[in-house]
């Protein structure tokens, strides 16, 4: 069976409806994944402690935002995307392991 880039946009949604679902039936301020995201690249109104190299985190976020949206928008190579989206795999997975 080949692989199919749509199974991705379904795993990643279905991710975001679990945490987004979870964050609502909690109802606790800051646990939506954009206030948690903002927290992780050290965007100040979110962050919940000092943040290292939080410049280069939101970098990040802003050029996987651009590079998804010109893939997106104008069907530029997936390559940009990729690099971006694991950088920011990373930077979201050091956020989730500092909070454990």
Same mark, same amino acid.
């Given at each position: 069976?080949?692989?199919?880039?749509?199974?991705?946009?379904?795993?990643?949604? #279905? #991710?975001?409806?679990?945490?987004?679902?979870? *964050? *609502?039936?909690?109802? !606790?301020? @800051?646990?939506? #994944?954009?206030?948690?995201? @903002?927290?992780?690249? @050290?965007?100040?109104?979110?962050? !919940?402690?000092?943040? !290292?190299?939080?410049? #280069? !985190?939101?970098?990040?976020?802003?050029?996987?935002?651009?590079?998804?949206? *010109?893939?997106?928008?104008? /069907?530029?190579?997936?390559?940009?995307?990729?690099?971006? @989206?694991?950088?920011? /795999?990373?930077?979201?997975?050091? /956020?989730?392991?500092?909070?454990?």
């Amino acid at each position: 069976m080949p692989f199919n880039p749509e199974y991705v946009w379904g795993a990643w949604l #279905l #991710l975001f409806l679990i945490y987004e679902v979870g *964050a *609502a039936l909690s109802k !606790r301020r @800051g646990d939506t #994944l954009s206030e948690n995201v @903002g927290d992780w690249v @050290g965007v100040k109104k979110w962050q !919940r402690g000092e943040r !290292r190299f939080s410049l #280069l !985190r939101r970098f990040i976020l802003l050029a996987f935002m651009v590079s998804l949206t *010109a893939h997106l928008v104008w /069907g530029t190579t997936v390559v940009p995307v990729i690099v971006f @989206g694991a950088l920011l /795999g990373v930077v979201i997975a050091l /956020g989730i392991l500092k909070e454990k």
